[in-house]
């Protein structure tokens, strides 16, 4: 694909090269029946708490975090950490809000980040998993904050909320399709790498990745509804 430049309002536009990334009703419908199927099988202790057991005992054995190859591994976890997605961001909203005057990504982030807060942290308390460091998966205790994995849910939403403004405010076509890869191998790898050193149950990082698709499809509802319209009303009336 071509990667023509355009010049407008003082300032160089390419074309999109990827898609903004806005989940369909019908992958919002999968998340959600996901999400509410095993939560369901795990509160009642069904086959799927099993097979995590299964999955446990096997990557329990490769003993990868007493291994030279955790500090590599442990790495890769980290490109769904919040911290990590947050300096990037930081980054990219800043220079949005220089470069193009505008707020709206920053209110994204901040909408988002807010959203991905009460939910995970409602489900990991309401839930109380507890993670495979414990001799077994146990529902209800005060201790547990496995399910589901923020990690995963993270990179979902906060890739995917990147890679919307690149695509949005396009920018270059290797940073649009930076962030597209970000927002799709991200999580994937942030589950697989979470899962691996067993520091969460499979179920964990699926229902992680749930979440967070549910969460992004709120956002950009969010955005159609009130907040692309607010940001630019009040662009509107700010004193010339």
Do not use: C
């Not at 950490?81 to 961001?89: A, K, M, P, Q, S």
């Not at 993670?131 to 990179?155: D, I, K, Q, R």
């Not at 942030?190 to 709120?218: C, E, I, K, N, Q």
């Amino acid at each position: 694909m071509s990667s023509a430049v355009v010049e407008q309002s003082g300032h160089r536009q390419h074309e999109r090269v990827v898609s903004a990334g806005r989940p369909p009703w019908w992958l919002l419908g999968a998340a959600l029946v996901t999400a509410v199927l095993v939560t369901v099988d795990l509160l009642g202790r069904g086959p799927l708490e099993r097979a995590d057991l299964r999955v446990s005992e096997v990557v329990s054995d490769w003993g990868l975090q007493e291994s030279p190859a955790y500090p590599a591994v442990w790495a890769v976890t980290q490109v769904g950490g919040r911290v990590t997605i947050l300096v990037v961001l930081a980054v990219l909203v800043g220079w949005l809000a220089w470069r193009r005057r505008s707020w709206l990504p920053l209110v994204r982030v901040l909408v988002a980040l807010a959203l991905l807060t009460v939910a995970v942290y409602a489900i990991k308390h309401g839930t109380g998993r507890t993670a495979p460091a414990f001799p077994g998966s146990f529902l209800f205790t005060a201790e547990g904050t496995s399910y589901p994995s923020g990690h995963v849910a993270n990179a979902v939403l906060m890739w995917g909320v990147a890679r919307w403004q690149a695509v949005e405010f396009r920018l270059a076509p290797r940073v649009q399709r930076t962030f597209w890869w970000l927002s799709v191998v991200g999580p994937v790898i942030t589950g697989l790498a979470m899962v691996s050193l067993d520091f969460h149950w499979v179920t964990d990082a699926v229902v992680g990745a749930a979440v967070g698709v549910l969460l992004l499809g709120v956002v950009h509802t969010l955005d159609a509804a009130f907040l692309s319209r607010w940001v630019r009303d009040r662009a509107v009336r700010q004193p010339t």
